[in-house]
């Protein structure tokens, strides 16, 4: 899994969407890499344009240059390397993480915590291509019913998993989802397949919210407008379980004040700037006794973890959605377009979609 080879390499090619420099995407052909051992090579039908990926587009958080993003993907595998068992042509869904399985937190089943990681679309290079490398274990059998769509969507949706099996959540209750972006609907529709007896989303975005009751909340309310309704919704005592998907200090205020007491707070949104609290906000941590667990990334053990299993399943019998997330479509070639849409200033609301582009062709569906 190397840096991408240039053009003028021998061997096969392909074209993938090169992060050359800060701000530089360059969309060209590159050596299409080839499986080792217990590895298979995915030809990517969908990715997703992740808010993480935001930061190394369009700034200068990549880890290296050049390098091919994307970890939230799906397609089909198109070669086996030796030992690897997988069938050709099997629809499948990657699994990004590549842990070191030999630290102490990988040996008790901790992978998020791995601190010799590596991972498809930061460390080394991602789906943002017509092919690319995964180990067999990375991989996600997904059914024939299943789209593509979706399956580049489970990892977002282990995410927001990932933070009610943190909470140690096993149903009922009020559930809070603070930020309605794609981390927080999709833990909108687990809090309602979980068991909550009542779900409410915050949000400063009326047509974020609109999706949020689309799918499943019970009472959505403008953060900006310092609405009070959910007060009288829990009367006045507050939100069991409240998942924080923004990591912005105005929506870590909020959490503070909408949690119960004894109830928990789960971290998920990292935060790009200085957090702050006014000593009396903090106070309510205490006063209330209240958990704050911290949330990252989305493994457990046996690898990857029941949350990417528990997500397929949902997928596959249809009571997990993604279609109404996906923002727009664009072709691999087209990748800078998709940027344009971030470079332009306007809020996006949903899903940023990047497709193989035969595949794309052959669905009659343009970039938009």
Known sequence: MSAPASPTDTGLL????????????????VERPTPGPGEALVQVMVSGICGSDLPRVLGSGARRYPLILGHEF????????????????????????????????????????CR???????????????????PERNLLRLADA??????????????????FRLAGYDGGGR??????????????????????????????????????TALGADLVQRTDLQQDDWREQTGGRGFDLVIESSGVSPALTSA???????????????PTRPVEFEPHVFELLQRK????????????????????????????????????LVAARFALDDANGAFDLYRSGNAVRGKVLLYNNEYLRSMGTEGR
């Open 116 to 134: 010799n990681y590596s991972f498809l679309g930061s460390r080394v290079d991602g789906a943002w291509a017509e092919y690319v490398v995964v």
């Open 14 to 29: 392909m074209r993938a969407a090169v992060l050359q420099g800060p701000g530089v995407l360059e969309v060209r052909d």
């Open 175 to 212: 559930v809070a989802v603070i930020g309605a972006g794609n981390i927080g609907v999709f833990a909108t529709q687990w809090a309602r397949l979980l068991g909550a007896d009542q779900v409410t989303v915050f949000d400063i975005d009326e047509a974020r919210l609109a999706t949020a």
């Open 256 to 270: 503070l004040q909408l949690v119960a007491s004894k109830g928990t707070i789960v971290s998920v949104g990292s």
């Open 146 to 163: 299943m789209t593509f769509e979706a399956g580049a969507m489970i990892e977002p949706s282990s995410v927001a998993l990932h933070a």
């Open 289 to 324: 006794e209240a958990t704050f667990v911290g949330s990252w990334m989305s493994y457990s053990s046996p690898f990857p973890g029941e949350e990417w299993t528990s997500s397929v399943r949902a997928f596959e019998t249809g009571r997990l959605t993604c279609d109404s």
């Open 74 to 113: 799906s397609g089909v595998v198109a070669e086996a390397g030796q030992g690897t068992e997988i069938a050709l042509g099997t629809r499948v869904a990657g699994v990004p993480l590549l842990p070191c399985d030999e630290c102490q937190d990988c040996a008790s089943g901790h992978y998020s915590q």
